[in-house]
């Protein structure tokens, strides 16, 4: 398990683009963490250490964002999704088959069908507004 703790949003990219280094295609990354906590920061800053040049933002109102690379990085936000049509329909199994490497917001609706090997994000909000701690299980290194 890794902890950090990031003082700005910069400082979460900059995390996150460490890990990137980390992730091979299939790699699912579940974010856990409530409204405002930088999840789509923490992708913004995977993309970049994925070499993906793109403009990473919530995929709240199209359920998912494909951000291209090799491998492809795949943006969801699972926050409306309720059942397992929900999730299939979103398109989750067919990217993890292809060998993309999913950012998934709001990982807690889809808990049963994170596959084995998911690297989980937690992101808490702490009591100074900017800062965060950042824990990530299953890597154990940046």
Same mark, same amino acid.
Request: proline share 3%; hydrophobic share 40%; charged share 25%.
């Given at each position: 398990?890794?902890?950090?703790? +990031?003082?700005?949003?910069?400082?979460?990219?900059?995390?996150?683009?460490?890990?990137?280094?980390?992730?091979?295609?299939?790699?699912?990354?579940?974010?856990?963490?409530?409204?405002?906590?930088?999840?789509?920061?923490?992708?913004?800053?995977?993309?970049?250490?994925?070499?993906?040049?793109?403009?990473?933002?919530?995929?709240?109102?199209?359920?998912?964002?494909?951000?291209?690379?090799?491998?492809?990085?795949?943006?969801?936000?699972?926050?409306?999704?309720?059942?397992?049509?929900? =999730?299939?329909? +979103?398109?989750?199994?067919?990217?993890?088959?292809?060998?993309?490497? =999913?950012?998934?917001?709001? +990982?807690?609706?889809?808990?049963?069908?994170?596959?084995?090997?998911?690297?989980?994000?937690?992101?808490?909000?702490?009591?100074?507004?900017?800062?965060?701690?950042?824990?990530?299980?299953? =890597?154990?290194?940046?």
């Amino acid at each position: 398990m890794i902890s950090f703790v +990031s003082q700005c949003t910069a400082d979460t990219e900059a995390f996150a683009e460490k890990i990137a280094k980390k992730l091979t295609g299939g790699t699912v990354i579940a974010f856990f963490g409530g409204l405002g906590a930088g999840k789509t920061s923490f992708t913004r800053g995977i993309a970049r250490g994925m070499g993906i040049k793109a403009d990473v933002s919530s995929p709240t109102f199209a359920i998912v964002n494909d951000y291209g690379g090799k491998p492809p990085l795949v943006h969801f936000d699972m926050y409306k999704v309720e059942t397992w049509d929900d =999730l299939y329909s +979103s398109g989750f199994f067919d990217y993890l088959d292809m060998g993309a490497v =999913l950012a998934v917001e709001w +990982s807690e609706n889809i808990e049963n069908a994170l596959p084995e090997g998911t690297v989980r994000v937690t992101i808490e909000k702490c009591e100074d507004e900017n800062k965060r701690i950042i824990t990530v299980e299953g =890597l154990d290194t940046v």
